[in-house]
């Protein structure tokens, strides 16, 4: 019974940060987010983030931005006892100079578990070559 509370927990906690994006929701995601310094962010050009300060800064411009909109598909899970990570695909709508742009990348998300609760510790972003 406790696994599955701590496995319900993990997806609650993911499915609020995922959830959290499209809907430009700040405070959300800060509410799943690690409470320590170190939070690393790669995006899909390949800047490195490597801060809890920088993750939230970029969040804060990337949501101020409402040209764009998101989807997710989950396609994987893997939980441990204190670590988590989910892989979904992501398809990215949004507009360069009045031109359409759509891109998809992979995403995956590692949460580690601090005092009792699911945080996100690594948030990795790798684009999909157009086909």
Known sequence: MI???????FTATLERHVAAIPKRDFAEIEATITRGDRLELILPNGKR???????????REFFADKSWSMRFERQSLIEGKDIAIATYRTYFSSSDEGKPVNTSSWLTLTFRREGGEWRLVHDQNTRIPAS
Do not use: D, Y
């Open 49 to 59: 983030m490597t801060t809890r300060a920088e993750f939230l800064a970029f969040h």
């Open 3 to 9: 696994a599955a509370a701590a496995q319900a927990s």
